[in-house]
């Protein structure tokens, strides 16, 4: 126990003290998050966009929209429910609001025994723009409440929630993020186990007692920590800076990420089977990650591919560890079940490490 | 412990390819303990090879392998705690500092000297806390000399240890290997330094294809080939071989790189009668010198080339 504690502790100084891979380790994940949280958190100046689905055509919700557009903060677009829907789900807007019908029969009677509910579509894992227009959708409700009904209730809202796989959402990023944080740290590994056989260090600490297990899980157990640290870095960014709603429980969300990165060290340690040279080994693994990170859903929505990239999409072990990873923590749309999920992460684990124990060559 | 007559390694008919290629082809020797043994050959003889075989680094193709009397193969592990293996490749973990390394190897051994003797042992006191990256070619050497003993082995491996060294780096290390002799440590080295091999070797194998061509001390492997010592200089143009092997007492004649060489059982005869005739052709023999025949004559006569290259 004492070697693999001592074997651990020379590979995480080996870590700490070379700048470059702390920077792709740590930094580079973090510069991702706070990039994008900052490029696309602002609701700052811009307006919310609003989905007007008009169900009733009449007078009275010809005033309630324009009592809408008048707000400053929003801007309105008119279609049908449909319409809205797979425009909020691809993130075009970030709430609908539904008229129904039989607003204006309701409107006419006004003895404040009938009603209507306006339907309020939020996306909930957007927290601050949901708390903005659910503000404001109330006000508006209740002013013409006042105006037409005394303040009987003839107006109601009907909240209901939709969620957005938004871009500019990064509630949708910080998942995604640390998926990507994952997937290199795993496939990344690949790099210095190369460079530690072509340089014969894996010969030399093989003309030792050491068992060969201890050297793979002191390995194994930096990684894991690598993992841990940048789960906890991204996730802390998310919340401190962009004020993202987690969902998840710790248990649950330490365990994705454990496994998440056990299945791309996996691919690591499989990748290092067959690679020979350090620079055929970064040069392949650039190869693998780069796309990946691009055809995964991971800073596009999965809905906005063509069908046949959503194909490719499929194949890749990452789109499910960062929709497994949304689902957890924060509720996001699902690519798969969760259990699908889990079970095709496991699946790459078992099977690449199975190969890879078989393949893997000290020399 | 090994009994006292009992070779420390013993092989006996050992063959090992890789594909097509021979790489070790019927070789059988043993050592002694206390012995410090020389395996001499250029690139590709099998040298290395064979020295891998012995630490429990590869599996031989057939043949019978023991070190400290056990099989190699089933007792690699046994063999592991008592043997001390220096390879050709010294970078282990750049990153981390002399004392670090010391200690993280002694921790693979069931037991292991204190990191201070070693480093001093090594000379590496000034350089206890630098990381291995920063260290010299002579000094990264050491330190691989010192993780090769860090369990205090019986025996030790050196695979070319003096490799890409200045001559003052090449000597300091000669003293430590001459040092682990004094000690009673058996010692089997590679090297392709006929110098290094006749300086610190009790007993040299010349190895080349696979095979071992010659083996015993240096100067019983001088001695069985060459009677004669050797009459050399340079001349331009060269000299005719013809009439060169034919002057008194020479026995045979090479000529390489503007150099001729005439071996000679009568240095005076030999001289006298290559004067005549450098003069008779209008030539002046520069740098003439005689010797002795050396380690690298025998690998000339074996082989039919020079060590160097």
New interface residues.
């Given amino acids: 126990m004492?070697?693999l504690l001592?074997?651990t502790v020379?590979n995480i100084?080996?870590l700490t003290?070379?700048r470059a891979a702390l920077f792709w380790t740590f930094f580079f994940p973090v510069m991702f998050v706070l990039l994008f949280g900052v490029l696309f958190s602002g609701t700052g100046n811009s307006k919310v966009k609003v989905g007007w689905v008009d169900q009733d055509n009449s007078q009275a919700s010809m005033g309630l929209h324009n009592a809408f557009a008048n707000v400053p903060l929003l801007s309105l677009q008119s279609g049908t429910l449909d319409e809205e829907k797979t425009a909020m789900q691809h993130g075009d807007i970030s709430a609908i609001i539904v008229v129904p019908s039989g607003l204006e029969a309701v409107v006419a009677k006004t003895n404040g025994k009938s009603s209507a509910a306006l339907g309020l579509f939020t996306d909930p894992s957007q927290t601050q723009t949901t708390q903005v227009v659910q503000g404001i959708v109330a006000q508006i409700a209740n002013g013409f409440n006042l105006q037409l009904a005394n303040g009987s209730e003839i107006v109601k809202v009907e909240q209901l929630t939709l969620s957005s796989t938004n871009l500019s959402n990064v509630a949708y990023l910080v998942p995604s993020i640390l998926a990507m944080a994952l997937m290199q740290l795993g496939i990344f590994a690949a790099i210095p186990l190369v460079q530690q056989r072509e340089?014969?260090?894996l010969?030399?600490?093989?003309?030792?007692?050491?068992a060969r297990w201890k050297l793979v899980a002191s390995n194994i157990l930096l990684r894991l920590m690598v993992a841990t640290i940048d789960g906890v870095l991204i996730i802390g960014i998310g919340i401190a800076l962009f004020n993202v709603q987690i969902v998840g429980s710790v248990v649950a969300m330490a365990g994705l990420i454990l496994l998440g990165a056990g299945a791309f060290l996996a691919i690591g340690f499989l990748l290092a089977s067959f690679l020979k040279t350090e620079e055929q080994a970064t040069g392949v693994v650039q190869v693998i990650q780069m796309p990946m990170m691009f055809l995964s859903g991971i800073f596009f929505s999965f809905d906005f591919m063509p069908s046949w990239l959503q194909s490719v999409a499929r194949l890749l072990p990452l789109t499910y560890l960062a929709d497994a990873l949304r689902q957890v923590m924060v509720n996001g749309t699902q690519v798969a079940p969760l259990g699908v999920d889990l079970a095709i992460l496991t699946g790459w684990l078992v099977v690449c490490l199975a190969v890879a124990a078989r393949t893997f060559r000290w020399? | 412990m090994t009994e006292s007559g009992e070779p420390v390694i013993r092989v006996a008919d050992l063959y090992k390819c890789y594909g097509d290629v021979k790489a070790v082809d019927g070789v059988s020797f043993t050592v002694a303990p206390g012995e410090v043994f020389g395996m001499l050959g250029p690139n590709g003889a099998g040298k290395t090879t064979t020295i891998e075989i012995l630490?429990?680094?590869r599996r031989p193709d057939s043949g019978a392998v023991t070190v400290f009397g056990m099989d190699v193969t089933r007792h690699a592990?046994s063999i592991?705690?008592r043997?001390g293996?220096q390879?050709?490749?010294v970078?282990?973990?750049?990153?981390?500092t002399v004392t670090?390394l010391l200690?993280?190897?002694g921790?693979?051994?069931?037991r292991h000297l204190p990191t201070k003797q070693l480093i001093d042992a090594v000379d590496l006191g000034e350089r206890a806390k630098a990381?291995s990256m920063n260290l010299s070619g002579g000094q990264q050497q050491r330190l691989s000399i010192a993780?090769a003993l860090v369990n205090d082995p019986e025996l030790i491996f050196l695979d070319e240890p003096t490799t890409g060294l200045d001559p003052q780096a090449r000597r300091s290390l000669w003293d430590l290997v001459k040092g682990l002799q004094s000690r009673g440590k058996t010692v089997m080295l590679t090297t392709h330094y006929m110098e290094e091999a006749a300086e610190l070797c009790d007993r040299v194998a010349i190895m080349d294809h696979g095979h071992i061509l010659e083996m015993g001390t240096v100067p019983e492997l001088i001695g069985r080939r060459f009677k004669e010592r050797a009459v050399f200089f340079d001349t331009t143009p060269q000299l005719p071989m013809d009439r060169l092997s034919k002057l008194d007492g020479v026995t045979r004649a090479s000529q390489e790189d503007g150099q001729t060489l005439l071996y000679s059982r009568d240095v005076p005869g030999t001289i006298g009668t290559l004067l005549a005739l450098a003069d008779g052709l209008g030539v002046e023999p520069h740098n003439l010198g005689i010797r002795q025949a050396t380690l690298e004559d025998v690998f000339l006569d074996l082989t039919g080339r020079a060590l160097r290259d």
Avoid: M
Wanted: no cysteine; proline share 4%; aromatic share 8%.
């Fill in positions: 004492n070697t001592l074997l020379a100084k080996s003290r070379d340089k014969g260090i010969k030399r600490i093989g003309a030792t007692p050491l020399e | 630490e429990g680094l592990e592991k705690q043997t293996v390879l050709q490749t970078s282990l973990y750049p990153r981390l670090e200690d993280l190897f921790s693979f051994y069931e990381r993780l």
